[in-house]
């Protein structure tokens, strides 16, 4: 497999996932909902902004106009959505079926940096693998400009 092959499917992993938590934010919104910090006011909303969101910027990371977009976008909502893990850990807040294991809050922590290293290369944000160097300018082009100088 090619790098840009592993970036390809990179891509759709973190595109679908976010797509798919996305659509779960509307489908079955209430473990999202007790996992948001008491500070923040309007805790359903709060979700369902956060989900459609999520399926914007996951389906945007599979189309190429909106890729580098969709991946700023989705850095954006893992900064905005990282209280949340942080509420879970802190106030040891389990979902339902999760079992009550406090390693299992601290292995979110960390994921949610390697969710963001998958959007940033995905996206082609970082490190930028598209950029193709500019050509070397060519002797006669040089000779040209020193020609157009003496005028």
Sequence with gaps: MTLRNAQICVRYLVGLSFAWVGITHFTNPDPFVLIMPPFLPWHL???YISGFFEIAGGLGL???PTRRMAGWGLL???VAVYP???????????????PKEKWLLWARMPFQFVFALGVLWSANIW???????PEPPSPQSIAEKSENSKL
């Design 45 to 47: 909303a709060l979700v």
């Design 62 to 64: 599979l189309y190429k």
């Design 76 to 78: 954006a909502l893992l």
């Design 84 to 98: 949340a893990n942080i509420h879970m850990l802190v106030n040891e807040v389990y979902l339902e079926g999760m």
């Design 127 to 133: 490190p930028r693998t598209s950029f193709t160097p």
